[in-house]
């Protein structure tokens, strides 16, 4: 039995209706939804801590919530396994034509444009006669602040952005200013959250024209946060002092000690 075939059979005896798992055999595609998205998140966790052996792991994981929705596929006969794995070959030989095909693809570059044009195709192909958008292609799938950055592209290919970074600076600072407005007003967190809302968004496009990954640049942050919140924490364990009993005035001379170091 290969690993794939023993993996299936598991997944099989989880979702047995007499003896299988009772948490496996009540879940559905929408429940298990939000740990498909966790796992896809943890293996990038692992790519970014350069921890192979993590990696492996997470990706076995990932793996396993393939064959979850393709099990609950098979249970409505809708597809299974086998039709996900064709599904996604057929599809990498049709964008591949100069790999398995006869045309000819000299760059990376010529063959992003390539790619972009085989996924037009096959979105027209998808939509019929609902009328053509540029933001046809970013997918609603998507972790907001990505596609925040996708959509932003979508409308520039049509030229509606901004000409560069300093642009997007006045911007930005408008929309801090209606933040700051709707809160001293009183508006209540309903209108707070849209102006926070469209700060994130114009937040993206900064990165977007700088150049930055801002969901990257965003991880890199909560790690540069969680170092130094792990550092103030234990100076305070160290003192043998409570955190939760600190002045605010301790706790920024904490953190301040937390940056230095």
Known sequence: MTPIDRL?????????????????REQNFETIAPYTIEEAYEVADAIA???????????????????????????????????????????????????FGG???????????AW??????ERAARAGDRPKS????????RPALERATELQRAAASRGFD???????????????????????????NEQAAEELGDLLFTCANLARHLGIDADGALRRANGKFERRFRCMEADFVERGESLEDATPEQLDAAWESAKRR
């Open 162 to 188: 901004w000409r560069d970074a300093d642009g997007v600076m006045p911007k930005l600072r408008e929309e801090l200013g209606e933040l700051e407005h709707a809160l001293s007003e009183g508006d209540g």
């Open 103 to 113: 045309e000819t693809i000299a760059t990376s570059e010529e063959q992003s444009l």
């Open 8 to 24: 299936l059979a598991i997944m099989d005896a989880l979702r047995d209706p007499r003896r299988g798992c009772p948490w496996d």
């Open 49 to 99: 801590r350069d921890d192979m052996g993590d990696l492996r792991d997470e990706l076995g994981d990932l793996l396993f919530q393939v064959v979850f929705h393709a099990r609950m596929g098979k249970e409505r006969g809708a597809f299974d396994f086998d039709a996900v794995a064709t599904a996604i070959a057929d599809k990498l030989e049709r964008r591949h034509p100069h790999v």
């Open 134 to 141: 540029a933001l046809d292609r970013v997918h609603g799938g």
């Open 116 to 121: 972009e044009s085989h996924k037009e195709e």
